[in-house]
């Protein structure tokens, strides 16, 4: 499993939410493309990149920062979301050296778009799915759809979905542990890797997630416990790591 730090993006600074709230944001530094450096120095084997700006306004805001990130790291595999919704946006990512392109508020609106996508970009789609209480939560988290999670999840299977980014938005930012049932039950429902996401506040957290032996959970993000220094994301991927030598 890995352990996925994750860097959001508002106004061109490193920030992070809570709850998905943009009003309540914290500024952890306004350099991100350093702020990426210092993750890989701590062994990050992939990055989760938000533009929180784009995901209000559905387009993407922050992509000149994003590309220089992909530029000063070329061998660090990328995921990027926040506001993709159209094709063109996907192929200026990944000409730019983004890896994963996560489409969230676009794949619940027109599932069709999924299919195409991944048609046209083979291992390169991630879909993000953001749940409150179950249900599937859209634009930026504003929105709360009538749709729950599993259902929507199970709509990509055979579509060549990479992955998907499970967020309990009740927890994001919080520090109040994993929702390791809605998680798990989640990757037993589908094929598609599950990637957990919200509220991971230690290495308890992790070693809990890890000890749910659902081998479907392929990686965690985390992003206000590693700002905050209640995780060492070193020490996360390691005890991961061993895990994965003990099976």
């Not at 993709?84 to 969230?104: F, H, K, P």
């Not at 037993?188 to 659902?214: F, R, Y």
Request: hydrophobic share 40%.
């Amino acid at each position: 499993m890995l352990v996925i730090p994750a860097i959001d993006l508002k106004d061109g600074a490193c920030v992070r939410l809570r709850q998905g709230n943009i009003e309540d944001t914290t500024i952890f530094s306004d350099d991100p493309v350093a702020m990426a450096g210092k993750w890989i120095e701590a062994g990050c084997q992939r990055l989760h990149i938000v533009d929180l700006n784009g995901a209000f306004e559905g387009k993407p805001v922050n992509a000149p920062i994003i590309q220089a990130i992909a530029h000063k790291y070329p061998n660090l595999p990328i995921q990027v979301g926040g506001g993709i919704r159209e094709l063109a946006t996907i192929d200026q990512y990944l000409m730019t050296g983004v890896n994963y392109v996560i489409i969230g508020t676009k794949a619940v609106k027109d599932p069709n778009f999924i299919k195409e996508a991944c048609q046209n970009f083979p291992d390169s789609i991630i879909v993000g799915i953001d749940a409150k209480e179950g249900m599937v939560a859209t634009d930026g988290w504003a929105e709360i759809s009538s749709h729950k999670v599993e259902d929507i999840a199970k709509r990509f299977e055979g579509y060549g979905v990479s992955a998907i980014v499970y967020t309990d938005i009740t927890r994001d930012g919080m520090l109040q542990g994993c929702n390791i049932e809605h998680t798990s039950s989640l990757a037993a429902a589908t094929s598609i890797p599950i990637i957990a996401s919200g509220g991971i506040h230690n290495l308890q957290d992790i070693k809990t997630l890890l000890e749910a032996n659902q081998p479907n959970i392929k990686g965690v993000i985390t992003g206000r416990a590693i700002y905050e220094n209640t995780l060492d994301l070193t020490q996360a991927q390691q005890l991961c790591d061993q895990y994965q030598q003990k099976k």
